[in-house]
């Protein structure tokens, strides 16, 4: 017994699936943005005080 998806139910079937792939994608995205930043944000900023102090110092 084979099943055919392959008309109008196949590509709501499909549609759907890559649908909800797509708003996975961009969720997960969006959380890797937010949750990531602040390991990047955050030693920048230790940088640039180093460097304000240094020129500080020197000046």
Do not use: C, R
Not at 14 to 39: H, K, R
Not at 50 to 59: D, E, S, V, W
């Amino acid at each position: 017994m084979e099943h055919s998806f392959g008309g109008p139910l196949g590509t709501l079937i499909a549609g759907l699936g890559m649908g909800a792939y797509y708003v996975g994608l961009t969720w997960i995205n969006m959380l890797l943005g937010i949750m990531l930043t602040p390991f990047f944000i955050i030693p920048l900023t230790w940088v640039q005080d180093a460097l304000a102090k240094k020129k500080q110092q020197q000046g």
